[in-house]
């Protein structure tokens, strides 16, 4: 029982965050592309500085953080140049940092490339 509280407890804290991030790709803060994180930490235990080398230790780069107090806990947003997410967010659980949510710019499936590649070969043949 105690996880399906937990579960109830994330969907309802990642709704309120998708609002946020809405507002924040009007104002293209978080621009196309690259990995956005959201994680949720003690005022006391922020610090910028261990969360960007968490992320340059991943090859990638921090390009905008917004931070804010949310009852009593900061929530930071991230947007990196990262490809993939999920490199990023297993290291920062791994040091004890809450990811409530992240997103990533979806990768061209193959299906898409062959399809434009054949649009192309059609092209090319005319």
Do not use: C, W
């Not at 956005?36 to 261990?50: A, C, K, V």
């Not at 230790?57 to 921090?62: D, E, F, T």
């Not at 140049?81 to 967010?89: G, K, T």
């Amino acid at each position: 029982m105690p996880n399906f509280e937990i579960m109830l407890s994330k969907e309802s804290i990642t709704d309120s965050y998708i609002n946020r991030f809405d507002a924040l790709n009007e104002g293209n803060l978080l621009g196309n592309g690259g990995v956005t994180i959201i994680l949720e930490t003690n005022p006391s235990d922020y610090l910028l500085s261990p969360i960007a080398h968490l992320i340059e230790q991943n090859n990638a780069r921090l390009l905008h953080v917004f931070s804010y107090l949310e009852n009593e806990k900061q929530i930071v947003i991230l947007k990196t140049d990262a490809e993939e997410a999920m490199p990023l967010v297993r290291s920062f659980e791994r040091f004890n940092y809450k990811v409530i949510d992240f997103r990533q710019k979806q990768p061209i499936s193959d299906e898409t490339m062959r399809s434009r590649l054949n649009e192309l070969i059609y092209y090319l043949e005319l």
